[in-house]
């Protein structure tokens, strides 16, 4: 069974910074790219950022470029989403998903807050 799991959300002060983890069970981690999603209150789920397992190649959507970093342990089936100067616009619920056969997995969701 797919399993996603994010954590390491929270409230933080606006410049301040947070890392979420996003555990990954239920696949081969290597062999399938994984994505950062955020929805904020009143808004569409965005994708905001992902990553190539195997390779470690990167996107990012331009409002977080140069803040946000994604990154990937394959020892441990992990992502993580390195997120530093966070303004009050990033808080939103953060998702990571993965797809798999055309089907969309996503985890549960970590709550980042950002107060200004």
């Known amino acids: 069974e797919v399993q996603l799991v994010e954590s390491g959300g929270g409230l933080v002060q606006a410049g301040g910074s947070l890392r979420l983890s996003c555990a990954a069970s239920?696949?081969?981690?290597?062999?399938?790219?994984i994505a950062w999603f955020r929805q904020a209150p009143g808004k569409e789920r965005e994708g905001i950022s992902c990553?190539?397992?195997?390779?470690?190649?990167?996107y990012y959507i331009g409002s977080v470029k140069g803040r946000f970093t994604i990154s990937s342990d394959s020892a441990k089936s992990t992502v993580y989403l390195q997120m530093n100067s966070l303004q009050p616009e990033d808080t939103a619920v953060y998702y990571c998903?993965?797809?798999?056969?055309?089907?969309?997995?996503w985890g549960q969701g970590t709550q980042v807050t950002v107060s200004s």
């Open positions: 998903n993965l797809a798999i056969l055309q089907r969309g997995y």
């Open positions: 990553i190539s397992t195997n390779d470690g190649n990167t």
């Open positions: 239920g696949f081969t981690f290597d062999d399938y790219a």
